[in-house]
């Protein structure tokens, strides 16, 4: 930023081309003009440009090479088993698990990505959420998620099951419901926020502003609402 900023009236694009070796790609990465100066971007793109331009935590990367997702076909049957690079960057079929955690006030909880996530960084999501991973079932994956990512349990029913396709990233989706009133501890490296919203407020949010909310939770939320009515 501070090398940004430093002389306005340039293109991003050549002060930073130091730190940045192909602006053309990184530009249509945050979705930034190809002519853009510094004050052009928002907060958001600021953010995405410094985590393409910085390394990512070593901790974070190892354990993300690390993991290993069953992959599936058509019907949800595993075939195989990929890491998580592999099975993103080929669009690979797979499992992972939704929740949705209300409180006694019928509020949902949600969570905001954090920046350093690979996919749909900054947006709001389902109160958690998470692949499933080898040699575990989609419960399993339920409620480990829902530990790792708010530090709670709870009783979890299922909502229904998303079949995999272009909106879901490849996933096969399980969508839980359960109830919780916190406290809450999430890990900063994958969640930036979360909060408690009426269902109300969310719905008009979700019709007026849909780019601010991941693909995944969108087609969840589809599946609550077909519930509830």
Request: glycine share 6%.
């Amino acid at each position: 930023m501070k090398h940004g900023f430093s002389q306005r009236r340039k293109q991003l694009r050549k002060l930073l081309a130091s730190h940045v070796g192909d602006w053309e790609c990184i530009s249509k990465k945050i979705a930034a003009p190809l002519t853009a100066r510094a004050e052009e971007l928002s907060l958001k793109q600021w953010i995405a440009l410094a985590n393409h331009i910085a390394p990512r935590d070593e901790k974070i990367a190892d354990r993300a090479s690390a993991e290993r997702f069953p992959v599936v076909n058509e019907n949800d049957r595993q075939i195989g088993t990929s890491s998580r690079l592999e099975v993103h960057e080929n669009n690979f079929r797979h499992r992972a698990v939704h929740i949705l955690i209300f409180n006694h006030s019928g509020e949902i909880l949600l969570q905001m990505r954090s920046p350093w996530k690979d996919r749909h960084p900054l947006l709001w999501d389902s109160s958690a959420a998470g692949h499933v991973e080898a040699n575990e079932d989609y419960d399993e994956a339920a409620a480990r998620e829902l530990m790792e990512e708010l530090g709670v349990s709870a009783r979890l029913e299922r909502l229904g099951k998303l079949p995999a396709s272009e909106k879901t990233g490849q996933e096969f989706i399980m969508v839980y419901r359960g109830e919780h009133d916190g406290l809450f501890s999430f890990p900063c490296e994958e969640i930036s926020a979360v909060e408690f919203f009426p269902t109300e407020i969310v719905e008009r949010w979700v019709q007026n502003k849909p780019e601010d909310f991941a693909p995944g939770f969108m087609e969840c939320w589809k599946l609550f609402q077909a519930g509830n009515t």
